[in-house]
């Protein structure tokens, strides 16, 4: 095979490998046990482990202004679960982890658009964004470990179901901000 072709096919398995690790947040693909390809921690305490991240890619750039996009993703590789058998409630709480990073996005995306709103200007830079985002981040990572608390980190169901309807509903009032 001719080194060109070869290049383009390696960089073309390259882009289908990253882009199949992750798995775009979306209302109609709730995550399943399948999705979880990453290897094991035995060293952990937990027995499985779901890896959202909440992240923004710039859409387009001129000299003086910046438009971005903000996604919510799960990314298989990096998420692991140590047994073959786990109960549906547990995949349910994991589901709910991803759905809080979801609804953080949603906060930001909020936060982007009432910022250029009340300024009628894009943004200038990425510092701009990162000084917007960085708190949601942080009331993100602690609305998590909330969450794991209480739920007794899916032992509690009473505490489950109160917190699958708190996202829910949360979810729902910021309807206007899911990615389209």
């Given at each position: 095979m001719p080194k060109k072709i070869f290049l383009l096919l390696s960089a073309m398995l390259v882009c289908l490998q990253v882009n199949a690790q992750?798995?775009?947040?979306?209302?109609?693909r709730p995550l399943t046990w399948?999705?979880?390809?990453?290897?094991p921690d035995f060293k952990s305490r937990g027995v499985v482990a779901t890896s959202w991240q909440v992240y923004y890619k710039t859409v387009y750039s001129?000299?003086?202004?910046?438009?971005?996009?903000?996604?919510c993703s799960?990314?298989?590789?990096?998420?692991w679960k140590s047994s073959l058998y786990l109960p549906a409630a547990l995949l349910k709480h994991e589901q709910l982890h991803f759905d809080i990073a979801e609804l953080y996005t949603r906060r930001i995306r909020r936060a982007l658009s009432e910022f250029h709103k009340k300024h009628q200007r894009p943004f200038k830079s990425t510092n701009s964004i990162h000084g917007l985002t960085a708190p949601e981040y942080k009331?993100?990572?602690r609305y998590q470990r909330q969450y794991d608390r209480e739920t007794k980190r899916s032992q509690d169901q009473a505490k489950q179901e109160e917190w699958n309807k708190r996202v829910a509903r949360e979810l729902e009032e910021l309807k206007?901000?899911?990615?389209?």
């Open positions: 992750l798995i775009h947040w979306r209302s109609d399948d999705d979880y390809m990453g290897k001129t000299h003086d202004s910046i438009a971005v996009k903000m996604y799960f990314n298989c590789f990096r998420s009331r993100l990572h206007a901000y899911e990615e389209k």
